[in-house]
């Protein structure tokens, strides 16, 4: 399609929280969605479990909100949270009106209990497609909007932003038969970024390659304010078979009864908390890393590795549920590599999952640039504090991405010029992109075993030398007036381990999902606070 000169308002993403902002923007205005690859192609799409709600009325919406609370270990804004738990079971309602479809039975609609709930309300879709069915519902119902259109397969390479404002932003085709990476620019009324997360940063992920934290980076270039980088949820439990992607096996697993047992069969939650495998994820995660190191090793990241001992997902037990017919996305893939969750021991490790800091905005979305605002995974609010309480995500998507796309029209800001593109980049070379795949691939594993589930000093202060090096690489590349969709993809990961790194370091206290071995314990005195990472690369800790 012909992308315009200008539009009202540009939404940087198309999962639940963009799709969600772009259909409420629809109505006032021309809105450009832009997504990296085809429409669909999100942490939306692959998000397994379901989706936490309270549709039971004001007991449940209260309990909902406790458990939110709860699980993020003292952080939680809660006028976030009342937000969220309040305003959901609209917001679910609002989706089912217009056309997703959960899972149901006898006209009443099937809810299970996830780690850390106080009763079962998540609602899924064909077993353990929720993400993909409310994506589904989202984008056909978005399509039918003559006001809202699509740039698939492009990327926004930069903010157009002067004096704090935010005007636009530069487009480049992002697509495999791309004749060039050449950007141009769009000037917006306001500008939201609503790409997802970064789980690409880490080496062992359950997020899709397209995670690569692009919205992120970009607001911080921009001069954004960032927050509570340092808290990544890492799922417990992700497929570990050599050679096989951190296939993520579904918390529901564990919420339709599975166990799990170290290398000598032995059950071991009991060790690490009362709610055993339905504890917070966290804590979970944590114990599957300390049972799956080797004997005497000290633990230094969550990442077992070499001779390390493994960790096992066991449902052999389970008779009340047909496995196949209740998770057929998960027994497919497993049965592929010859699993079956009915007869064998899964084999299972921590993966990088989820991101609960992002671009610091207000409950509206609001970020600290005048013009952009920010929605989903990429936003910190506060919501979920130091760790996320299992399937709230497609729910923040829909309520904060309804919540920003308010705040943008409350806003009316003018259409302002938003001066010329950047410069033409000149293509890498084949050699450079392999070399580039090489230091991405260095970057992951350093972050992996330095910034992971378990952290120190030591480990964190080597993962920024390895960070360092890795920017110095880009720079070369930059400085040439090199450019390319993968270049961009990197510097947004260099820029996000990072902000990482800087303030996993400055918190020296052990919180949620971050975890210090040098600092164990919870320390509220001077650490009930969120962190807040400015341009001058300077944390802060902040009561909200």
């Given at each position: 399609m012909e992308i315009p000169s200008k539009v009202d308002f540009l939404v940087m993403g198309a999962g639940v929280a963009g799709l969600r902002a772009a259909v409420e923007l629809a109505r006032h205005g021309e809105v450009l969605v832009v997504t990296k690859e085809s429409l669909g192609e999100s942490n939306t799409h692959y998000a397994q479990g379901g989706i936490a709600v309270a549709m039971e009325g004001d007991e449940d919406i209260a309990l909902h909100l406790e458990d939110t609370v709860?699980?993020?270990?003292?952080?939680?804004?809660?006028?976030?949270?009342?937000?969220?738990?309040?305003?959901?079971?609209?917001?679910?309602?609002?989706?089912?009106?217009?056309?997703?479809?959960?899972?149901?039975?006898g006209g009443e609609l099937l809810r299970t209990r996830e780690g850390a709930h106080s009763l079962a309300r998540i609602l899924h879709a064909n077993g353990d497609a929720t993400g993909a069915e409310i994506s589904r519902s989202l984008a056909a119902f978005a399509r039918?909007?003559?006001?809202?259109?699509?740039?698939?397969?492009?990327?926004?390479?930069?903010?157009a932003a002067a004096d704090g404002r935010v005007m636009g932003a530069d487009l480049a085709s992002a697509g495999p038969m791309a004749a060039g990476h050449q950007p141009y620019r769009i000037g917006a009324r306001a500008v939201l970024i609503a790409s997802g997360g970064a789980g690409q940063v880490y080496s062992d992920t359950t997020n899709p390659a397209v995670a690569t934290g692009d919205g992120i980076a970009l607001a911080a270039q921009a001069g954004a304010e960032l927050a509570d980088m340092e808290f990544y949820q890492f799922h417990?439990?992700?497929?570990?078979?050599?050679?096989?992607?951190?296939?993520?096996?579904?918390e529901a697993l564990r919420g339709e009864g599975?166990?799990?047992?170290?290398?000598?069969?032995?059950?071991?939650?009991?060790?690490?908390?009362?709610?055993?495998?339905?504890?917070?994820?966290?804590?979970?995660?944590?114990?599957?890393?300390?049972?799956?190191?080797?004997?005497?090793k000290e633990a230094v990241s969550g990442s077992p590795q070499g001779d390390a001992r493994m960790v096992y997902l066991d449902m052999r037990h389970v008779r009340n549920v047909n496995l196949g017919e209740r998770f057929p996305?998960?027994?497919?893939?497993?049965?592929?590599?010859?699993?079956?969750?009915?007869?064998?021991?899964?084999?299972?490790?921590?993966?990088?999952?989820?991101?609960?800091?992002?671009?610091?905005?207000?409950?509206?979305?609001?970020?600290?640039?005048k013009g952009l605002y920010a929605a989903g995974e990429a936003a910190c609010t506060g919501v979920h504090g130091a760790n996320r309480l299992a399937s709230n995500s497609l729910l923040e998507g829909l309520v904060f991405g309804a919540r920003a796309?308010?705040?943008?029209?409350?806003?009316?800001?003018?259409?302002?010029?938003?001066?010329?593109?950047?410069?033409?980049?000149?293509?890498?070379?084949?050699?450079?992109?392999?070399?580039l795949e090489k230091l991405i691939a260095e970057l992951q594993s350093a972050m992996w075993a330095y910034a992971g589930v378990l952290r120190g000093n030591f480990g964190l202060l080597e993962g920024f030398a390895s960070?360092?090096?890795?920017?110095?690489?880009?720079?070369?590349?930059?400085?040439?007036?090199?450019?390319?969709?993968r270049l961009s993809e990197a510097l947004a990961l260099s820029r996000v381990a990072n902000a990482i790194l800087h303030s996993a370091l400055a918190r020296t206290e052990s919180r949620g999902a971050h975890f210090r071995n040098d600092y164990p314990r919870r320390d509220d005195e001077n650490f009930q606070k969120h962190s807040v990472l400015g341009r001058e690369k300077q944390v802060v800790f902040e009561a909200w």
């Open positions: 709860n699980a993020g270990d003292g952080i939680v804004y809660r006028p976030a949270a009342e937000a969220l738990v309040a305003e959901g079971p609209v917001r679910v309602a609002e989706l089912m009106e217009w056309g997703a479809r959960f899972d149901s039975a039918v909007h003559k006001s809202i259109r699509f740039a698939e397969w492009t990327m926004v390479t930069g903010l417990p439990t992700a497929l570990s078979l050599p050679g096989v992607p951190r296939f993520l096996l579904s599975a166990w799990l047992r170290n290398d000598k069969g032995e059950r071991f939650m009991e060790h690490y908390h009362p709610k055993l495998e339905l504890a917070p994820r966290d804590v979970v995660a944590r114990a599957i890393a300390r049972e799956g190191m080797a004997e005497g996305g998960i027994s497919a893939f497993l049965a592929q590599h010859g699993l079956d969750l009915t007869r064998d021991l899964i084999p299972v490790r921590p993966a990088a999952h989820y991101l609960m800091g992002g671009i610091r905005t207000d409950l509206a979305g609001r970020t600290s640039l796309a308010q705040a943008m029209l409350d806003d009316g800001l003018p259409l302002v010029a938003a001066g010329a593109a950047e410069r033409v980049p000149i293509p890498l070379t084949a050699e450079e992109e392999a070399h960070q360092a090096e890795f920017a110095d690489g880009l720079k070369r590349l930059v400085r040439q007036g090199k450019g390319s969709r």
